[in-house]
């Protein structure tokens, strides 16, 4: 299975903006589906937004729709989350997933078979 590693998290103001990184071990980056999700603080862990195996197909929960990008590399097996116009609600840790079916529109936990970590954004009001 892919190892994946997110970066870029931190504290920051509302209204601020961060990006997220996701890089991936292996060599077969390309192949997998990808997704960003969160967990807020004492709730369950949410769908962020999903990327297909090209790059080309992405979605994303309607509370980030217009605010948040989700974008990969694949040279350089990495996947992005550009995070604008943040706010105290998007407060949570942030995962990246992977999975080597090809979906398009994937949101649910149960559709990702690797996980990272989790980095913590906070947001202040």
């Known amino acids: 299975q892919v190892q994946l590693v997110e970066s870029g998290g931190g504290l920051v103001q509302a209204g601020a903006s961060l990006r997220l990184s996701c890089a991936a071990s292996?060599?077969?980056?390309?192949?997998?589906?990808m997704g960003w999700f969160r967990q807020p603080p004492g709730k369950e862990r949410e769908f962020v937004a999903g990327?297909?195996?090209?790059?080309?197909?992405?979605n994303y929960a309607d509370s980030v729709k217009g605010r948040f990008t989700i974008s990969r590399d694949n040279a350089k097996n990495t996947m992005y989350l550009q995070m604008n116009s943040l706010k105290p609600e998007d407060t949570a840790v942030y995962y990246c997933?992977?999975?080597?079916?090809?979906?398009?529109?994937?949101?649910?936990?149960?559709?990702?078979?690797?996980w990272g970590q989790g980095t913590q954004v906070t947001v202040s009001s």
């Open positions: 997933a992977a999975d080597r079916r090809p979906y398009e529109s994937a949101s649910r936990e149960t559709q990702f078979a690797s």
């Open positions: 292996g060599r077969t980056f390309s192949s997998y589906s």
């Open positions: 990327i297909s195996r090209s790059g080309r197909i992405t």
